[in-house]
Nanobody, 124 residues
Framework: QVQPVESGGGLVQAGGSLRLSCAVS????????MGWFRQAPGKEREFVAA????????NYADSVKGRFTISRDNAKNTVYLQMNSLKPEDTAVYYC?????????????????WGQGTQVTVSS
């Protein structure tokens, strides 16, 4: 079993950057694909980015492509989300999740383990 714990959220002005981290407990971290999702108030949780267990393949939502970068360090059991050129519409609670999949899946239902989330607020 794995347990993701997110950190790095906060308040930033539009155009700024943040880096989210997700530390994952458990010895099998490097056998899980990892994903980032977000949920804004009154909206459904949506896919942001995903990465395979090797880090060799990634996938992004169209809304963040070119601005966000997902990466992982298997030696540190950590996955990252570098967010640049932030916009007010990026404001949401960001969640990290783990999936026993060999592809960087966008499907929320594919993810077995979820963190508690970290708030990101982008002011205009």
């Amino acid at each position: 079993q794995v347990q993701p714990v997110e950190s790095g959220g906060g308040l930033v002005q539009a155009g700024g950057s943040l880096r989210l981290s997700c530390a994952v407990s458990g010895r099998t971290f490097n056998s899980y694909g990892m994903g980032w999702f977000r949920q804004a108030p009154g909206k459904e949780r949506e896919f942001v980015a995903a990465i395979t267990w090797t880090g060799g393949s990634t996938n992004y939502a169209d809304s963040v492509k070119g601005r966000f970068t997902i990466s992982r360090d298997n030696a540190k059991n950590t996955v990252y989300l570098q967010m640049n050129s932030l916009k007010p519409e990026d404001t949401a609670v960001y969640y990290c999740a783990a999936a026993k999949k060999y592809i960087p899946t966008m499907k929320l239902a594919d993810y077995d383990y979820w963190g508690q989330g970290t708030q990101v607020t982008v002011s205009s």
